[in-house]
């Protein structure tokens, strides 16, 4: 007799190879504005104040001492780490320790060499993301503006845009008219 073993949820993968976003937040620009918010999942969008550190603005406002919600963060060689090569992290994500984005980074972006990389989580959708830091694009400080760019892994598989009703069903009717030949 077999038993029943209850399906296991596997972790989503998102790594470089999948294809990059690039984003980018210019210095002083609206973070309620979707353009300056980078909208990876229904759950989490990530941005910056003028001057904090990333938020979620699906849940959050900026604040000087929060985490985006939703989200943690893997940095190479931070919290022990190991060292992952820029776009190789998300496959390792059971060897990496998370933790919130002001402890994981330790407040080292800006501070680092270019293309800091990092790994994501989304724990929600559970979803583990490669994420390289611009360092040069992290502005510090009040005259900053809360400017930063990345570039993230894309989805895999993303799911397509629902097509337009006044589209569809033209094509439908037209196909709905069409009968198939009998062959004699």
């Known amino acids: 007799m077999w038993a029943a073993v209850p399906a296991v949820d596997a972790a989503e993968i998102w790594d470089f190879d999948d294809g990059v976003l690039t984003f980018v937040k210019e210095p002083f620009a609206d973070w309620q504005d979707p353009a300056n918010q980078d909208r990876i999942t229904d759950n989490v ?17 900026p604040q000087f001492d929060q985490d985006p919600a939703d989200t943690e963060w893997a940095f190479s060689l931070q919290n022990g780490n190991p060292f992952f090569v820029v776009g190789g ?9 998370f933790s919130g984005f002001i402890e994981a980074n330790r407040f080292q ?5 270019e293309y800091f990389p990092a790994v994501l989580h ?13 360092m040069l694009a992290w502005s510090l400080g009040s005259n900053g503006g809360g400017a930063f760019a990345y570039d993230r892994a894309i989805n895999p598989n993303p799911v397509p845009a629902p097509v337009a009703a006044g589209i569809a069903l033209p094509a439908i009717a037209i196909g709905a008219m069409r009968r198939p030949r009998r062959r004699a």
Not at 47 to 61: H, I
Not at 89 to 97: D, K
């Open 122 to 134: 989304l724990i929600t959708d559970d979803i583990y993301i490669d994420v390289r830091f611009h």
């Open 89 to 97: 992290g998300a496959e390792q994500y059971q060897n990496l320790n």
């Open 45 to 61: 969008w990530l941005t910056r104040g003028d001057l904090f550190p990333l938020l979620n603005a699906k849940t959050q406002t």
């Open 109 to 113: 972006i800006g501070n680092v060499v």
